[in-house]
């Protein structure tokens, strides 16, 4: 499995964690997972296949490629950042 970088993506201020999102480039998903704040720990949350959310395997995808570039610009970043948040929540909503 190749998976691309983790990224960051927002803090649950009621659970004091932040969601991590990954690509994994062999199987076409978004590997959704979170950590405690206060524990270098990784916990799996979920993984999607791309067509349960193209938006959002995109979204991730320009994340991913904005931390690779050697200029890495902090303002769009945060702005993809609250993208991805967002498209995720909204792909929650959408399966309760």
Not at 24 to 42: L, Q
């Amino acid at each position: 499995m190749q998976v691309e970088d983790v990224i960051t993506i927002s803090k649950n201020q009621n659970m004091k964690q932040s969601l991590l999102f990954a690509i994994d480039k062999e199987n076409e998903e978004i590997i959704i997972s979170t950590t405690d704040d206060r524990s270098k720990n990784i916990y799996s949350k979920e993984r999607l296949e791309k067509s349960a959310d193209n938006s959002l395997f995109y979204a991730v995808k320009t994340l991913t490629s904005l931390t690779q570039s050697d200029n890495l610009d902090l303002k769009t970043f945060k702005a993809t950042q609250k993208v991805c948040e967002m498209i995720y929540r909204n792909y929650q909503q959408s399966i309760k």
